[in-house]
Structures are given as structure tokens and as C-alpha cells.
């Protein structure tokens, strides 16, 4: 079963550990779409959540190399249908007197914020599940999407269980 | 409480860790380190190329068991131990490794002599540490050793920056390991086992496949005691040879490429596979789709990530080789209590007629001088009471074939790198941990060369190795390929005649033989093992002699290439 997998890596937050993680997963032949890192409640923790296309039998194994690097102390593949998943994305979209009003709207629809307005774009800040972060983006590119910045996904497993 | 400098509390913690020996190389910011090391009494060995130091602390490892050390200077010095810890790597010995580095405040700056030693070997090592601040000095080095000998073993990098090294920290070593993320499984699940135990039972044509698991956890004893328990044979990996006595009825010896016939033909033959600390690496099993297809496979490793790496397993049981191979064979035992011994005379008796079949005829050997002969002879000479280590080619595979081990961490050699020029510094660190045994490198007359410098610290440091060069005058294992799968054309693997190596080792200040003739193999090993020098033994054997049997890359296991 090939497809993305969502894996949350908790690291001992240390320099150089970002750097062993990212270069096992190009040694091991993985690709990965999006990677997202930042400090836990726990100051010396480090949460980094990455998403990787992979192929079951191989993922189980980078999991596996994931866990013999010394500074990880837990991963956990999410189950999609069990999580919170977030990503923020901002998106300079062309916008003139002509089109700043649909744009507008779509914002509205979308529940997006606008953070910067200038005389020929429009700067949008929207954050949501990858469905929602596509869906947008398809709106406006007939306007023309200037530039566009992702953090990545980040997610965090419902329910009280840590 | 008084403080002492960063390299002296590195001595200090190394004493702790017990450490008796450093191979080593000295340059600009290792100097205070080496400085504590004039006043110390750990014993420093002086190599002539850090590749040597490194190799000779690997070396040591895998004939004492304990932590082999080296130590290195920034830059070129850190760059050349890269070989060698990659090696280490590769067959999972503990080696701590120590670099010196450009001081902290210089990092990033293309310093003079500064390389990326943490980044450029973390493919290649267990662990590695860039110490930033001279605090955790005590910590980083007892974490590193217990890193290094423990779980799976493994190479361990620890770069002191020249600051930290020459910094002032309280002379005080007490620290507490804490390694949240750090957490070898040792006792294999229970219900695993009894399945496995259940497995076995069952199987009709079951077989033992030991590493060199079996070697670092010590479970060679136990091993026996299994396998004479259940009464089955025992194939072993290059790195697991030792592990089961060569001469043991039930060992059929090793597997793989060169593996023997009954080995590699009870992989095909066999319902039941026990592997214990293996990798399951393409030159043992060949074509893998191909490998060990009518059979189950129970596999004991205590690194989960080798379990259903390569080989599909059945009953995966993550845990050291000695636990659990105890506590197998007891549910094993307690099945034959309740339901009688199982009966598997058919399996064993087929094995064993395997094994007699192939077994060495004396009598009509040829007059010329054969690899075989030399290595028999040399078992002779030393009752199979010897360490043997290896270089690495036609060499290393006659020597896997026709020396018998007989204990664990008496054959030394580099299975996963194939690391040339390997074999003599390995010899000078196990001879410096085994100073009572006898230590043999059987070399090549390529990889030699690839690291005789080394000549020097054995015959300078009084460490007596003797070097049996079974000179064919070629890069035998690559002439051997090109004769069978590139039509003969042998490029650029003749390399008769590169040197005289008895002059070359008396310009050392050894003893140098050269045999030529059948009739002087025997003399000639006597007198190499009686001198109390570093000896070098050139025999001159037939040049274009291959190793048989051979199953070519890519081909199933039981597919042997034998005698011409
Ligand atoms: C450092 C290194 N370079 C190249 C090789 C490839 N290689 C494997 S065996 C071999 C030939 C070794 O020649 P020699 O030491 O004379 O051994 P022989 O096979 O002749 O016994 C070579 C070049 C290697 N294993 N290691
Ligand atoms: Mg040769």
C-alpha cells in the first residue's frame, strides 16, 4: 500500500538531530513532502512531523532505521482518520480593482485572512487540512498565484491519549 | 575540588571506561590530549596512518570483546578513519573513536584542517557527538562506550573541539547515563519464543544460521548446547564463523558466494531456518526471491530494523542471541518432555552425507603450490589455536574455507565493507588484546599493500603478527570475475612483481621468507611462528588459482560453480 504517511517523530531537541533525520530518510531512498519541526511542551523535546510517500513494507523499515538514531525518543504513525491535521499556508495572488472583490470573496468562503494588501496583489493566510489548502488554491489561480509558502502539515492524534 | 583541563578529564574518563589501549595519530589540535597522554599510563600505540589506528582498534574489539579505541587529529587525520569506521560499522564492532576539531569558536569557517567529522560519518556510525561545551565532557564519554558495546554493537565518533580539549573543568567524573531514546531489548518476548520453540518442533529439516550476533552477545555455548539439544546443523556467516566450532559434527560451515556446498544446499533443502544474529546479506542468500523459498524462518536479532530487512520472517524475536537462544531451548525442551523426541534422522543423515561428500581427500592434492594447502598447514602448525585475520579477497575466502575455528573471536575479518588492507592493522590491534596468542593476517598481495605502513608499529612496538601473503601476482578475486563473466579480459588486475616483500619487511626490521615450493610450506610456517618478530611469509602460489565453489551475483544460492 503505497500513499503519504503522516509520522511524528519526538527528538531530544539537540543540534544536529534534524540533520541525522532528514539524511536517513535520503540515504534509505525516501522522499519527503513535508517536514515540520518545533519545540514540544517539553523544552528539551522537539515534535517533528513528517510526511513521506512511501510503500508500507518500506516505511515500516525507515521506522525501524528512525528508531535506532540515539536522540529519538518516540514515533508514532498517525492514523489519518483519527487526527487533527493542520498546515499554514500564505499565498500572494495578483488582484486589481477588477478582481479584488471575487477574491474577497472567496477568502470569505474559505475563512481565510487577509494580511497584506498592496496595489496589485493581495497577500492570504489560510490555514486547514490539505482538502481545504488544495481547494483554495485551485480557486485562485486564474488570478495568478504570485508566490505561495507552506509550514507543512503538522497533526496531533485526537482524544486524551498523549 | 580542584579543576583539570578538558584532556585530561577525556584520560580520566577513558581509565573509568577502562580503557588499556589508544591507537592513535597525533597533529595540531589533539596535542592536548596527547599531552595527557605523556603523563597517563594508558598504553598509546603510534600507527602510521590513522586507517591503521582504527582498523587496529576494530581489530582488538572482535578478538577481546571490549571497546577498541582510536584517536585522530582534525581534518585528514578525522577523514582518514572514515574507512575504517564505516568498516566497523558494517560488522557492528564497538569502536570509540576520538577526533580532534578546530576550536569552537572557528566551526563553520573552513578553518585550517576543519572537516564535518560529526556530519560526514553519521551513515556511518552507531552514534556520533560534537562536544560544545566542556560540561558535558564526563556524560558524552560514558554514553559513547555504553552506546558502542551495547544493543547491537557499533562505531561511535566523538569530536573534541581544541578549546574544550585545552578548557578547565572540575575534576569531578561522577555522571549519570540518561538516554531517554536508547533502549536495547534484550529478553525476547515470551509468546514469540514459545512459537518459535512450537516452529521447531514441528519443522522436519530444520537449520541453525548463526552470525555474528552469536559472537558479541557470547552465546557461542549456548549455541552448542541448542544445537546438540535438537541435534541439527549449524551454518554460519563469515562473521559468525567461530561462533559454532568448525570442527563441531554438526557445523556445515560457512554460507554464501563461497559458502560450502552443504551450506548452501541446506538452505534449500531446510523447511526451518533459525537465524540468530545475521543480516541476511545478498552474498549470503543470492538471488533473495529465490532464497530459501519452501522454508519458515524464525529470526533472533536484537535490532529490530534486520528483521524482515532482507529475508521474509515468520517469527521475528527481538532480543540478545544468548537470552533467548536460553530460553528457546528451554520451551524446546519442555515440548519433547510433554510429546517425545521428534524424529529428523532422515534430514540430518541427508546433511551429513552433503558434508561427507565434500569433505577434504588427502592424498591427491598436486605438486604445485595451492592456497588450500598453505592455509591446512598453517592450521597444523598452530593446532587451529591461532587468530586468523584476514585481508580481503581470494585470500580471505580460502581462509574462511579451510581454516577451521574453533572458539569464537579467532577469525577476523571484514565481511560487510570487504575492506582491503584491513587484515594487518586488525592483526597488530588483536595481537596487542591477545598478547599470548598467536596472530595471523592472511593477506593478499594487493591488499598488503594497501596498508604495510602498519609494518612499522608491529615491528617498532613489539607486536609480533605474522603475515602469510598468498601471492598470486593479481587482484585474484577481480582476475577471478574477469576470467569467468568478462571474457578473460584482465584489466588492470595484474600486479606481479609490485614489490619484494622480503626486502620490504626487513627494511621494517622483520624476518622475511619466500616459499615457492610445496616441500617448504611446512618448514617455513614453523620457523614464522617460532621467531619473536613481526614475520612476512611471501608463498608464491599458482596465479591464477580461483575459489570454488562459487555462486555468481544475482544467482540462487544453490547454483555452485565448482572445480574447473
Ligand atoms: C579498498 C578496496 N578496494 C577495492 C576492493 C575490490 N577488491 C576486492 S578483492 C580485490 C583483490 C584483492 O587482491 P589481493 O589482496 O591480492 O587478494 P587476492 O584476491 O589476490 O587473494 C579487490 C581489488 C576492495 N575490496 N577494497
Ligand atoms: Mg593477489
Known sequence: MSGNHIISVLVENKSGVLAKISGLFSRRGFNIESLAVGPTEDEKISRITIVVNAEIHSLEQVVKQLYKLINVIKIQELDPSNIVERELVLIKVNADNSTRAEILEIVDIFRANIVDVAKKSLSIEITGNSRKIQGIEELLQPYGILELVRTGKIALSRGSKK | MGKITGAQMLIKCLKEEGVEVIFGFPGGVVIPIYDAIFDSDIRHILVRHEQGAVHAADGYARATGKVGVCLATSGPGATNLITGIANAYMDSVPVVAITGQVATDLIGTDAFQEADITGITAPITKHNYLI?????????????????????????????????????????????????????????????????????????????????????????????????????????????????????????????????????????????????????????????????????????????????????????????????????????????????????????????????????????????????????????????????????????????????????????????????????????????????????????????????????????????????????????????????????????????????????????????????????????????????????????????????????????????????
Request: net charge negative; with cysteine; glycine share 10%.
Open chain 2, 132 to 564: 560544545q561545551d566542556i560540561k558535558d565532557l564526563p556524560v558524552i564519554i560514558k554514553e559513547a562506550f555504553h552506546i558502542a558495546s551495547t544493543g547491537r554493537p557499533g562505531p561511535v565518533l566523538i569530536d573534541i573541539p581544541v578549546d574544550i580539549s585545552k578548557g578547565m573543568i572540575e575534576d569531578n567524573i561522577k555522571v549519570e547515563l540518561k538516554l531517554e531514546g536508547y533502549k536495547p531489548t534484550y529478553i525476547g518476548n515470551p509468546r514469540q519464543i514459545l512459537s518459535a520453540a512450537r516452529g521447531i518442533y514441528e519443522s522436519k529439516k530444520p537449520v541453525i544460521f548463526a552470525g555474528g550476533g552469536i559472537v558479541s552477545s557470547g552465546a557461542s555455548d549456548i549455541l552448542t548446547e541448542f544445537a546438540h539439544t535438537l541435534n541439527i546443523p549449524v551454518i554460519t556467516t563469515l562473521i559468525g564463523k567461530g561462533a559454532f566450532s568448525d570442527a563441531d559434527e554438526l557445523s556445515v560451515g560457512m554460507a554464501g558466494m563461497h559458502g560450502t556446498k552443504p551450506a548452501n544446499l541446506s538452505f534449500t533443502g531446510t523447511d526451518m531456518i533459525i537465524a540468530v544474529g545475521v543480516r541476511f546479506d545478498d552474498r549470503v542468500t543470492g538471488k533473495l526471491s529465490e532464497f530459501a523459498k519452501n522454508s519458515l524462518v524464525i529470526h533472533i536479532d536484537i535490532d529490530p530494523a534486520e528483521i524482515g530487512k532482507n529475508v521474509k520472517v515468520d517469527i521475528p524475536i527481538v532480543g540478545d542471541a544468548k537470552s533467548v537462544l536460553t530460553d528457546l531451548l528451554g520451551r524446546y525442551k519442555e515440548l519433547v518432555e510433554k510429546k517425545g523426541e521428534p524424529d529428523r534422522k532422515e534430514w540430518l543423515d541427508y546433511v551429513m552425507a552433503l558434508k561427507k561428500q565434500c569433505a577434504f581427500k588427502p592424498g591427491n592434492e598436486p605438486e604445485s603450490l595451492k592456497p588450500g594447502y598453505i592455509i591446512r598447514k598453517i592450521w597444523e602448525a598452530t593446532g587451529g589455536n591461532a587468530i586468523i585475520c584476514t585481508e580481503v579477497g581470494q585470500n580471505q575466502m580460502w581462509a574462511a574455507q579451510y581454516f577451521k575455528c574453533l572458539k569464537p573471536r579467532t577469525f577476523i575479518s571484514s565481511g560487510g565493507l570487504g575492506t582491503m588492507g584491513f587484515g594487518l592493522p586488525a592483526a597488530i590491534g588483536a595481537k596487542v588484546g591477545c598478547p599470548g596468542k598467536t596472530v595471523i593476517d592472511i593477506a593478499g598481495d594487493g591488499s598488503i599493500q594497501m596498508n604495510s605502513q602498519e609494518l612499522a608499529t608491529a615491528v617498532l612496538n613489539k607486536i609480533p603478527v605474522k603475515i602469510m601473503i598468498l601471492n598470486n601476482g593479481y587482484l585474484g578475486l577481480v582476475r577471478q570475475w574477469q576470467e569467468l563473466f568478462w571474457d578473460k579480459r584482465y584489466s588492470h588486475t595484474d600486479i606481479v612483481d609490485s614489490v619484494d616483500f622480503v626486502k620490504l619487511i626487513e627494511a621494517y626490521g622483520g624476518v622475511g621468507f619466500r616459499v615457492t615450493k610445496k616441500s617448504e610450506v611446512e618448514s617455513t610456517i614453523k620457523k614464522a611462528l617460532e621467531i619473536d618478530n613481526v614475520v612476512m611469509v611471501d608463498f608464491r602460489i599458482e596465479r591464477e588459482e580461483n575459489v570454488y565453489p562459487m555462486v555468481p551475483a544475482g544467482y540462487p544460492i544453490d547454483q555452485m560453480i565448482e572445480c574447473e
